[in-house]
């Protein structure tokens, strides 16, 4: 067995699609039209109307919070400015984690949440520049050595 793909229902699939491709940048690898839309990374997106006839009739609940689209970018506050012109609630504007990494969370056009992080090269980056050591730098984030030396190229 493999894992493909994990599937979010929306009730408009163009109207997402303009989050996740345009704003977000993700490239589309397989569409459906107006029913079904694959994203690179494995996100599919679900017209909420064909998932509840595939599924008997299934309801779907929107804002439940149980499961978070997690996304790394180079550029955190960029992405955060586009997501805010574009009027998405957030779950929190950036702040930083225990392991140092800058993040924030926002709900998607149905209620689903997106977490958009920096990536971690990114965070041992700025932690060198703050003056931190490759060992403060491990400590922190619970890389070892050679993991931290690695994403800073080192």
């Known amino acids: 067995m493999s894992f493909l ?3 979010i229902v929306v009730e408009d699939v163009l109207r997402s699609r303009q989050l996740y491709e345009k704003i977000m940048g993700m490239k589309v690898t397989e569409d459906h039209g107006i029913y079904n839309v ?12 064909l998932f509840q006839n595939l599924t008997g009739g299934l309801q779907v609940q929107t804002k439940s919070n149980s499961v978070v689209l997690y996304f790394e970018v180079e550029d955190l506050e960029s992405m955060e400015k586009a ?3 574009a009027g998405f609630e957030f779950v929190h504007r950036i702040q930083e984690q225990p392991w140092k990494q800058k993040n924030f969370r926002f709900y998607d056009c149905d209620g689903h ?7 971690m090269s990114v965070v041992c980056r ?3 520049d703050e003056g931190k050591s490759v060992q403060e730098i491990a400590d922190f984030t619970n890389y070892t050595i050679e993991k931290v030396n690695e994403l800073l190229g080192i």
């Open 38 to 49: 694959g994203l690179e990374g494995g996100l599919s997106l679900y017209q909420r109307e």
């Open 83 to 85: 997501i805010l012109q």
């Open 126 to 128: 700025r932690l060198v």
């Open 113 to 119: 949440i997106n977490e958009v992080a920096e990536t």
């Open 5 to 7: 793909s994990s599937i």
